[in-house]
Structures are given as structure tokens and as C-alpha cells.
């Protein structure tokens, strides 16, 4: 329904910085709420940060705010997340999420993206 591509991900530095994005496609990028989620290794995928559908209300994990922020251009149709201050901890593999029913904490999105592997080192 919404192809959604992550990228941006790598290797960076504790202490450094990272964006990423994710551009949708075949659908209204600006009728969707979006957010991202990451999946550290070995353990479950958590909330990371959501937008609503055009930027005026953001949401952040305890984990990653203030460090983080999540942003979107509908004219692009694009999804951003700046990553500053990364810790070891902040590795995982992050991903792009759709919903046409507004922003959610919970991992109920209707698409997905494949992810982008951010790895921060020590």
C-alpha cells in the first residue's frame, strides 16, 4: 500500500551524530502519521518517536529525548529523525512506520519500512 525506505543508517562514534530518513511512496504522505521504532539486538522493537500528519505534534521515548528529533516534509514525502549524542545503547536497527490514524506509542502502524542499521560505538 505505502513502500516506505529508510536510510542514512551506519557506523558512528559515541558521542557523534546520524540522520535518517525515509521517503514513502503510493499513498498521501500527508493523510499519514509516521513514526519511527528501533530493535536493538536481542530484545523486542520499541517506540522511538511519532509525528502527526503534518509536524505540529511530536512524541518522544523517554530514552531519546532531547537528543532526538523527528521531523517531515510533505512536499518531499519524506520522514527525518536527527540522532545527536548517540550512545552504545542507541544501537539498533531503526525503522520507517505509516498509520492513516494518527500517531501512536504502540507499534500499531498499518506500514513498515525494512530498516537501516545504526550501530554506535564504545
Known amino acids: 500500500q505505502v513502500q516506505l525506505v529508510e536510510s542514512g543508517g551506519g557506523l558512528v562514534q559515541s558521542g557523534g551524530s546520524l540522520s535518517l530518513s525515509c521517503t514513502a511512496s503510493?499513498?498521501?504522505?500527508?493523510?499519514?502519521?509516521m513514526a519511527w521504532f528501533r530493535q536493538p539486538p536481542g530484545k523486542k522493537r520499541e517506540f522511538v518517536a511519532a509525528i502527526n500528519w503534518n509536524g505540529a505534534m511530536t512524541y518522544y521515548a523517554d530514552a531519546v529525548k532531547v537528543r532526538f528529533t523527528i521531523s517531515r516534509d510533505n512536499a518531499e514525502n519524506t520522514l527525518y529523525l536527527r540522532m545527536t549524542n548517540l550512545r552504545p545503547d542507541d544501537t539498533a536497527i531503526y525503522y520507517c512506520?505509516?498509520?492513516?490514524?494518527?500517531?501512536?506509542?504502540?507499534?500499531?502502524?498499518?506500514?513498515w519500512g525494512r530498516g537501516t542499521q545504526v550501530t554506535v560505538s564504545s
Open positions: 512506520a505509516a498509520t492513516s490514524y494518527g500517531p501512536s506509542l504502540e507499534d500499531r502502524y498499518d506500514d
Open positions: 503510493g499513498g498521501t504522505f500527508s493523510d499519514l502519521a
